[in-house]
């Protein structure tokens, strides 16, 4: 059975960091594209960083490039987004997923929540 479980979440200032963990299983983790996606309420979810199987090849959208970082471990079937300058607008259930076409499989999440 595919797992994908996230940590890492939690409370943290503006300005904090926070380090999220994906460990994946049931799958070949190295072939597949891993991306982090993330969902306020009453939002649509969308699509936060991803990197690539082959290259590690990453991409990040807009509003988190400089800040955030995305990263993969094969060896240890892990990904991981490291945030820093962590701003309100952050606050979101994170979830990771993985992707080969046509499978998409997806962790459970991990809250993120940026306030004073």
């Known amino acids: 059975q595919v797992h994908l479980v996230e940590s890492g979440g939690g409370l943290v200032q503006p300005g904090g960091s926070l380090r999220l963990s994906c460990a994946a299983s049931g799958f070949t983790f190295s072939a597949y594209i891993m991306s982090w996606y993330r969902q306020a309420p009453g939002k649509e979810r969308e699509l936060v960083a991803s990197?690539?199987?082959?290259?590690?090849?990453?991409n990040y959208a807009d509003f988190v490039k400089g800040r955030f970082t995305i990263s993969r471990d094969n060896a240890k079937n892990t990904a991981t987004l490291q945030m820093n300058s962590l701003k309100p607008e952050d606050t979101a259930v994170y979830y990771c997923?993985?992707?080969?076409?046509?499978?998409?499989?997806w962790g459970q999440g991990t809250q993120v929540t940026v306030s004073s």
């Open positions: 997923k993985a992707g080969l076409n046509p499978r998409q499989y």
């Open positions: 990197i690539t199987s082959a290259r590690s090849s990453t």
